[in-house]
């Protein structure tokens, strides 16, 4: 250390030359420093903190930092260079990131609207998946350990209370460590198992945090905090901000599960529920199946472990404060709230899914709330459904039970949102009684003699329906809705999809038309949109033109083909019109001819004079 208590100025390893501190945390403090021997490369070097250098615990927790970072290599992952001890000091190099961290991005900003909150989210999910296909699970993601570059790449960071997971078991590192107490998961705050959906529960409060600026649960202690994280229903994202998608808060209510079960069964199937919702925002995302558990307590959980992680996080504060002064006090109220905790979870019980999104969950206006069409009339059902321009089909099947033409099935639960007019559709499974007919494969088959069978041979009531399809000739069929094999009542009806073949169309002229003129113009032609980037972050939809479109303006392409759009400001806009003015070209001097020399001139001669 020099003379002021700090690094700077020193050279450790002899090699990394400390300029600057730029973090801290409770374990370590971080440094800017230059790489000597790489050309004065910067680089990040986290310094364990002096007074932790003699405990165990807190050093256990540095070395196993070291080693579960340093065994991944993602680009959304802050990468480890090198480890080293200097005199007294352990330290971490890592790759220097000129950003700010998640935290500070979203105190900056109040919120982040969900366009660009989504693709963060994305990134972060890679980046956890990567490290759980490596046995690696972060137990910290939080907002303070996400880095954001100016360029907004997320990059996952501090793996201190990371752990490695085998088939067989599961050994925490760390002792104490349990995470960030505003972020980590019902079953950290239980003593249970900690696995890699209790990362996908961080993750998703993270994501609540960014979509709404605040967190779903917060208190006056610690403990106070983990006992909501079992037993609290969190406000509702669309409570607090109205413009979030009903898809993306159910995304956010999967992850957040009390019961690991019910959450995605890897990050994986969440970053893909993800990437969904960024082509479809309308769509049908984060599905619980066999009903939310976020209505009250659940019991439903992982095996416990003989030792509470109430118990530990007391230790923690202790550890932590009576460097200070006296908490036994606090120690009290921990001990009293564990209790109450233990008393109020034997009396908790699993609450019905449809009671649930019944209590907590409003309708947002202009959105559809699906009912339970179990056991009503499909007169009745599609005349609700018409009206809420939702999208059905119906699949008939045999009963000696139920009565004919009664809904004994739905592919949607009840309580869930759908866009009125969006592309979701329900898939309603109506009993035909006892006399019905078994349908054939028509798949390939001409549409004429398709309908001849099913009207004139069958006596059953058609609808037909044309789709665009790159796979089925021009007038021949598609499918048939009931399927083939399916029952269907005697006189019924059946929907027939025949194809109009897969016609080209021209890329119109997007270019310079606000955001929503060109989404509709793509609507009209029967093309989708793809890749789209935002090229000033936080940009209101409203205010966002279109600036570059690939395929180009004039591009013959299958219908539904993707098109991908950057949008920018107006000024963007105009910005793209202006060509770069070409260089002027200084003409070439025309070569000088060189003069004839000119010839001397002849004298002229000269007459003798004579003297006299």
């Known amino acids: 250390m020099n003379e002021t208590g700090t690094p700077i100025g020193m050279t450790l390893g002899e090699r990394y030359r400390i300029v600057r501190q730029i973090g801290k945390g409770g374990m370590a403090v971080v440094y800017l420093a230059e790489d000597l021997q790489e050309n004065g490369r910067q680089v990040a070097v986290k310094i364990l903190r002096s007074e932790l250098t003699s405990d165990a615990d807190f050093i256990r927790r540095f070395d196993t930092e070291a080693q579960a970072a340093s065994s991944l290599s993602h680009q959304n992952i802050v990468k480890v260079l090198d480890v080293g001890q200097h005199d007294e000091m ?215 472990r003989n030792e509470s992680n109430f118990a530990r996080l007391r230790d923690i504060e202790s550890n932590i404060t009576s460097r200070r002064r006296s908490r036994s006090r606090d120690v009290t109220l921990v001990l009293l709230a564990v209790l109450v905790l233990l008393a109020g979870l034997a009396y908790g019980g699993y609450r019905g899914y449809n009671w649930i999104l019944g209590v907590l969950t409003p309708t947002t206006s202009g959105d559809f709330l699906v009912e339970n069409y179990v056991g009503s009339d499909i007169a009745a059902v599609k005349a609700t459904l018409d009206a809420g321009e939702i999208t059905y089909e119906l699949k008939y099947v045999q009963s000696d039970t139920v009565k004919t033409n009664i809904v004994v099935s739905q592919t949607i639960s009840a309580g869930m949102r759908l866009k009125r007019g969006g592309a979701s559709t329900i898939v309603l499974t109506v009993s035909s009684g006892k006399d019905t007919l078994k349908l054939s494969d028509y798949t390939g088959q001409t549409a004429n003699l398709v309908e001849l069978e099913l009207t004139q041979t069958l006596g059953l009531t058609i609808d037909i329906v044309t789709e665009m399809s790159a796979d089925i000739e021009k007038d021949h069929v598609i499918k048939t809705v009931p399927g083939p094999g399916e029952d269907v009542a005697v006189g019924g009806t059946v929907t027939v999809y025949v194809s109009n073949g897969l016609t080209k169309v021209a890329i119109p002229k997007l270019v310079g038309l606000k955001r929503a003129d060109a989404l509709a113009a793509l609507t009209n032609l029967n093309l989708s949109l793809g890749l789209t980037t935002v090229m000033e972050v936080g940009l209101p939809a409203d205010q966002q033109y279109v600036v570059y479109v690939l395929p180009v303006e004039g591009t013959q392409v299958d219908a539904n083909t993707s098109v991908s759009i950057t949008f920018g400001t107006q000024a963007d806009y105009f910005t793209s019109l202006t060509p770069t003015a070409a260089p002027t070209l200084s003409p070439t001097p025309a070569p000088t001819e060189t003069p004839a020399p000119t010839a001397a001139p002849t004298p002229l001669p000269t007459s003798a004079v004579t003297t006299p």
Not at 213 to 223: A, E, L, M, N, T
């Open 90 to 304: 352990r330290y971490i190099v890592m790759e220097y990131v000129d950003g700010v961290t998640l935290k500070q991005l979203i105190q900056q900003r109040g919120r982040i609207p969900w366009e660009t909150a989504v693709p963060l989210a994305i990134q972060i999910g890679l980046a956890l998946d990567h490290a759980h296909r490596n046995g690696i699970i972060h137990r910290d993601i939080k907002p303070h350990n996400i880095l954001i570059t100016k360029e907004m790449t997320a990059k996952v960071a501090d793996f201190g209370i990371a752990r490695a997971a085998t088939a067989n078991t599961i050994t925490v590192t760390g002792g104490a460590a349990l995470g960030s107490v505003h972020y980590f998961s019902p079953e950290q705050a239980r003593g249970t198992i900690v696995g890699e959906k209790s990362d996908i529960y961080s993750l998703g409060i993270l994501l609540y945090e960014m979509l709404t600026g605040k967190v779903p649960f917060d208190g006056d202690s610690p403990v106070s905090i983990a006992i909501k994280h079992i037993q609290d229903a969190p406000a509702l994202p669309t409570s607090i901000e109205r413009d979030i998608p009903a898809g993306l808060e159910n995304i956010v209510l999967k992850c957040i599960q009390k019961n690991p079960e019910n959450r995605y069964s890897d990050v994986r199937a969440l970053v893909d529920e993800l990437d969904g919702l960024m082509i479809d925002p309308h769509g049908v995302y984060g599905v619980v199946e066999g009903g939310s558990d976020l209505g009250g307590n659940t019991t439903v959980m992982a095996p416990m």
